[in-house]
T-cell receptor
Framework: DAGVIQSPRHEVTEMGQEVTLRCKPI?????LFWYRQTMMRGLELLIY????????DSGMPEDRFSAKMPNASFSTLKIQPSEPRDSAVYFC??????????????FGPGTRLTVT | ELKVEQNPLFLSMQEGKNYTIYCNYS?????LYWYRQDPGKSLESLFV?????AVKQEGRLMASLDTKARLSTLHITAAVHDLSATYFC?????????FGTGTRLQVFP
């Protein structure tokens, strides 16, 4: 399996522009998580989905952030309008829970976002 | 609210030495995970601890879980430079993980 795939790997944009980050989870995984990592705030859970349905979006910082999962193999995280304080590395992770198993998460390579 | 605390936050140690990273959490959970992150890279799963008393070892790293004390440890034996990274513990909370702040480990000659 190719693992969790994220695109783009790097994104540089100007303040006020719309940014869309993309994620393809591991095939067969039914959970998908979006995280943000910064030096100041560490690793933060933004939102997660189960079977394409958002379960908890309490970590989404504000209305400028939105996430969708239209099908089991694709999710997007959108920031509109972007601000310099959104600069961070955004990770997508996926997991599934086999009988008697665990919720171990597998992380994608991340998207490094810079907003100038 | 479940809180996960790691200490130390930063650890600088000499090659060949032993040390332990601690992970404390605030509410009941029977499952704990350790991840490693190299600079500029993603998080990689190291250990999955699924019950009280669980112990896992891989090379110079050994992880253990005491659910009664709400404590996990990551023990490093005879450190080498390749172990330099940030280590995160994460506690399972229903169907998601709550991550600690991370411990940045630097191993020097």
């Amino acid at each position: 399996d190719a693992g969790v795939i994220q695109s783009p790997r790097h994104e540089v944009t100007e303040m006020g522009q719309e940014v869309t980050l993309r994620c393809k989870p591991i095939s067969g995984h039914d959970y998908l998580f979006w995280y943000r990592q910064t030096m100041m705030r560490g690793l933060e859970l933004l939102i997660y989905f189960n079977n394409n349905v958002p379960i908890d979006d309490s970590g989404m910082p504000e209305d400028r952030f939105s996430a969708k999962m239209p099908n089991a193999s694709f999710s997007t995280l959108k920031i509109q309008p972007s601000e310099p304080r959104d600069s961070a590395v955004y990770f997508c992770a996926s997991s599934f829970m086999p009988a008697g198993g665990s919720y171990e998460q597998y992380f994608g390579p991340g998207t490094r976002l810079t907003v100038t | 609210e479940l809180k996960v605390e790691q200490n130390p936050l930063f650890l600088s140690m000499q090659e060949g030495k032993n040390y332990t990273i601690y992970c404390n959490y605030s509410t009941t959970s029977d499952r704990l995970y350790w991840y490693r992150q190299d600079p500029g890279k993603s998080l990689e799963s190291l250990f999955v601890l699924l019950s009280n008393g669980a112990v896992k070892q891989e090379g110079r790293l050994m992880a253990s879980l005491d659910t009664k004390a709400r404590l996990s440890t990551l023990h490093i034996t005879a450190a080498v430079h390749d172990l330099s990274a940030t280590y995160f513990c994460a506690v399972e909370n229903t169907d998601k993980l709550i991550f600690g702040t991370g411990t940045r480990l630097q191993v020097f000659p």
